[in-house]
């Protein structure tokens, strides 16, 4: 027999009825979700949130009390200094630095209240003395020894007898010293400070002629008694 002679069976067709039918659609009622109400918290202007007054923490003193504070701490820190400016001849004082110096001589003080705040402005007591370029700029007391000096970036000139002089001191790191005398008529302030030529006394004295400021700030601090 022969491909051609071979017939395919029939397939009977028949449709199938699934009684009236179905609705194959499918549909999907749904409603839209409600709104949404967003509202920011009212602040009312003497909530609790608002920040407390701030308070001026700045201790006032009368000039009495700031010579009876140099009595008490003052006279005892220019001691201690001078001390340990003898001592420094045989050996190192503090660690070298200007700041070291005035720390130790601190330490050897009964009752001084230490410095406070961070590095390079470092509050050492109450400001009595202020003095930018040429201008006095704020005098509560007179200068005493014991008293506290920085001088930032100071520059000054003037005459030492029939020469010119030029000086700045206090660049970058503020000088840091310890007042050991104050000569009002001229001016001059002699400091203990902290020498930082090596090979040299630890501790040395040194003056300076506050008129001779011609720019750079010096502050002088009154070191208060512990509380």
Partial sequence: MTSSQWE???IPT?????GGGIDTTFAVEGSAPPPIHSSS?????HSSQEAPPKHSTEVHYSGDELVAIWGRVGVHLCEAATQLYEKSKKSLVGDGTYTGFVNAALAETPNAMPSHGVPPNLIWGHLVYLQSAASVQKRLSDI??????????????????LATYNQTVGAGEPLVGIVSEFEPKKSKIR??????HVGH?????VSYRLEDLKSGIVKVYRVLPEA
């Avoid at 028949?14 to 699934?18: A, E, R």
């Avoid at 918290?41 to 202007?45: I, L, N, S, T």
């Fill in 201 to 205: 006394q630890t501790v040395e004295a």
């Fill in 14 to 18: 028949t449709s199938l009825d699934f």
């Fill in 41 to 45: 918290p009212k602040v009312h202007p």
């Fill in 144 to 161: 005493m020894p014991g008293d506290i000096v920085a001088l930032f970036d100071a520059k000054l000139k003037g005459h030492k007898g």
């Fill in 191 to 196: 400091v203990f400070q902290a020498n930082q």
């Fill in 8 to 10: 395919l069976p029939s």
